[in-house]
């Protein structure tokens, strides 16, 4: 089963940027969806982002035009761009693919404060 493991959470100002990667115990090329959740404080997991091995995106209403998804199945790894931070992004976000369900790494916190 392959492990994931997020990194590049920390604290950012409104409309500022952050750059969250995940990287893959084992060879991602294979995995059709893959895809970025994050879970506000007291508040349920939610979806934010998918990608397909082929490229195909899909964002949640509230992150389209601001963040960007992207996957590198040669290095076993994705990305999630976040631009224009606002303070409703705050959440630990985990990258997770599907395989019978889906599987989730540890999490990242992500804080949007002045």
């Known amino acids: 089963q392959v492990q994931l493991v997020e990194s590049g959470g920390g604290l950012v100002q409104p409309g500022g940027s952050l750059r969250l990667s995940c990287a893959a115990s084992?060879?991602?090329?294979?995995?059709?969806?893959m895809g970025w959740y994050r879970q506000p404080p007291g508040k349920e997991r939610e979806q934010v982002a998918t990608i397909t091995s082929n490229g195909r995106t899909n964002y949640a209403d509230s992150v389209k035009g601001r963040f960007t998804i992207s996957r590198h199945n040669a290095k076993n790894t994705m990305v999630l761009q976040m631009n224009n931070l606002k303070p409703e992004d705050t959440a630990v976000y985990y990258c997770s693919y599907y395989s019978a369900g889906w599987n989730w790494g540890q999490g990242t916190q992500v804080r949007v404060s002045a």
């Open positions: 084992g060879m991602i090329s294979s995995i059709y969806l």
